[in-house]
């Protein structure tokens, strides 16, 4: 009797067909192939992850101002809703300010700019300003106006988060003073809203291997792997903090919560891959907002939270910043003191803060240390421009993951983790399934079977 089962190739050809995580990998590996072999070509396909992170973006205001709303008038509480926020901001604070300590202690203990004894007279200040486009990070109070919408267009128009999440909270607000009798329509509508964006983003997702393959191919072809050899200390140092300070990160999740931090990146695997691949975290939010609602965090936890940490929570940023100051310092001779040391924490925990959405923005915010210490020369930053693209990955992956544990975190602490579902979830008794149902179409009682664990849902993500 013949053997009725498929043959490898088949097999490989039904994973690659039907697993994002397999097809953004294999993507992954043509693109450095592609710009290492054939830079010009590289450089070509760019526009192919610039314009997935183009699409994606523009599906990121409407979703966080719906998903916030909805939140809000299914809570109930406005002020539940400014406890959370509250409280994020706490841990945002907590978690940036250790990244910075970690990085600093990393910087004077390994000193990956000892030994270069760089001239700065000999570096061209005029590319720092090139990077940057002459630009300036805002002062703290621009920050907070600039957070303060002038207009309700304005704010879809410009992708601004925080001023959409502010117009959020406001309709939130509204819905829960008005009540359900006045206004019976409103909180449909928009629940309907979002599930739209949901279906849009699901389409977009489905051009993620093309994203990766041009921004990869792009990253390789432009910047080659020079500036490893000349900068592998550095990137070396950065790398290891920011994997020690993710442990450390999952060491305290799982006493404060119970998640498992590996876990949830082997439950996010292809959002992971995706922001690696584009360099953007943005690219993944509207996915790892419907995963953290789907592990057990509520709601309106998930929609305030995760977009306000792309703006107050930039961990892996933080990492790259001390350690970069330091390294600047080190290579031009200067030996920093405690007490200066305090000030670029100091400096860096502000500047941080306002670093979302600005062009060039880490090296402004070395700038503003540097003019802030007085002992480190301003074209000196010029120093980094070699190596930060490279820095992206870390700084992606570090953001996101931060930004994740701080959901769960802050998710628990309200009160609002389901640990029950988050658990199921996780150990992959329960498949995730994209919302709206991508089986939809076929009705309401359509089911999908997940190819990772044979788990059967319905389209409400039920375990049948």
């Known amino acids: 009797m013949p053997d009725a089962s498929p043959s490898l190739a088949r097999r490989i050809a039904r994973f690659l067909r039907t697993s994002l995580f397999a097809q953004v990998a294999l993507a992954l590996l043509l693109g450095i192939a592609v710009g290492r072999l054939w830079p010009q070509v590289g450089s070509a396909v760019q526009p192919l992850g610039d314009g997935f992170v183009r699409l994606i973006k523009a599906m990121i205001a409407p979703l966080v101002f719906c998903v916030v709303i909805a939140g809000i008038a299914k809570a109930g509480d406005l002020k539940a809703f400014g406890r959370i926020g509250l409280k994020a901001l706490i841990w945002f604070e907590v978690a940036t300010t250790i990244a910075l300590a970690v990085g600093l202690l990393a910087g004077n203990l390994v000193s990956p700019g000892s030994g270069m004894n760089v001239d700065p007279a000999s570096l061209d200040a005029s590319a720092v300003d090139e990077k940057t486009g002459g630009g300036s990070l805002p002062s703290t109070s621009e920050f907070i106006l600039h957070s303060l919408p002038d207009s309700a267009v304005g704010a879809f128009a410009e992708n601004s988060l925080l001023q959409v999440l502010v117009l959020a909270c406001l309709v939130g607000a509204a819905l829960l003073h008005l009540g359900q009798a006045k206004v019976p329509a409103i909180l449909p509508a928009i629940e309907q809203a979002q599930e739209v964006v949901f279906a849009v983003v699901g389409f977009v997702m489905k051009l993620a291997p093309l994203?990766?393959?041009?921004?990869?191919?792009?990253?390789?072809?432009?910047?080659?792997?020079?500036?490893?050899?000349?900068?592998?200390?550095?990137?070396?140092?950065?790398?290891?903090?920011?994997?020690?300070?993710?442990?450390?990160?999952?060491?305290?999740?799982?006493?404060?919560?119970?998640?498992?931090?590996?876990?949830?990146?082997?439950?996010?695997?292809?959002?992971?891959?995706?922001?690696?691949?584009?360099?953007?975290?943005?690219?993944?939010?509207?996915?790892?907002?419907?995963?953290?609602?789907?592990?057990?965090?509520?709601?309106?936890?998930?929609?305030?939270?995760?977009?306000?940490?792309?703006?107050?929570?930039?961990?892996?940023?933080?990492?790259?910043?001390?350690?970069?100051?330091?390294?600047?310092?080190?290579?031009?001779?200067?030996?920093?003191?405690?007490?200066?040391?305090?000030?670029?924490?100091?400096?860096?925990?502000?500047?941080?803060?306002?670093?979302?959405?600005?062009?060039?923005?880490?090296?402004?915010?070395?700038?503003?240390?540097?003019?802030?210490?007085?002992?480190?020369?301003?074209?000196?930053?010029?120093?980094?421009?070699?190596?930060?693209?490279?820095?992206?990955?870390?700084?992606?992956?570090?953001?996101?993951?931060?930004?994740?544990?701080?959901?769960?975190?802050?998710?628990?602490?309200?009160?609002?983790?389901?640990?029950?579902?988050?658990?199921?979830?996780?150990?992959?008794?329960?498949?995730?399934?994209?919302?709206?149902?991508?089986?939809?179409?076929?009705?309401?009682?359509?089911?999908?079977?997940?190819?990772?664990?044979?788990?059967?849902?319905?389209?409400?993500?039920?375990?049948?």
């Not at 709206?436 to 079977?449: F, I, Q, V």
């Open 211 to 464: 994203a990766v393959f041009g921004a990869t191919a792009h990253l390789v072809g432009e910047y080659g792997l020079g500036a490893l050899s000349t900068y592998g200390k550095l990137i070396a140092v950065c790398y290891a903090v920011a994997l020690v300070f993710l442990v450390l990160l999952g060491l305290a999740l799982k006493a404060f919560t119970g998640v498992s931090l590996w876990k949830f990146v082997r439950y996010t695997r292809e959002e992971m891959l995706l922001a690696l691949g584009t360099a953007s975290s943005e690219a993944v939010m509207p996915r790892m907002m419907q995963k953290l609602r789907q592990a057990g965090c509520r709601e309106d936890a998930v929609g305030l939270v995760l977009p306000t940490g792309y703006s107050f929570n930039l961990d892996g940023a933080s990492i790259y910043l001390s350690i970069g100051t330091l390294f600047i310092a080190q290579a031009v001779g200067v030996d920093l003191t405690l007490g200066q040391q305090v000030t670029v924490v100091v400096v860096l925990m502000l500047t941080s803060k306002g670093m979302a959405g600005v062009p060039g923005s880490a090296f402004l915010a070395l700038s503003a240390t540097a003019s802030a210490l007085g002992v480190i020369p301003a074209g000196a930053v010029a120093l980094l421009l070699g190596v930060d693209r490279i820095m992206d990955t870390m700084r992606v992956a570090t953001n996101l993951l931060g930004n994740c544990v701080a959901v769960f975190a802050v998710s628990k602490w309200e009160g609002a983790l389901d640990q029950d579902r988050m658990r199921k979830v996780l150990d992959g008794e329960v498949a995730f399934e994209p919302e709206p149902s991508a089986d939809a179409g076929a009705g309401a009682g359509a089911t999908n079977t997940d190819t990772d664990t044979g788990v059967t849902v319905g389209s409400a993500g039920a375990v049948k």
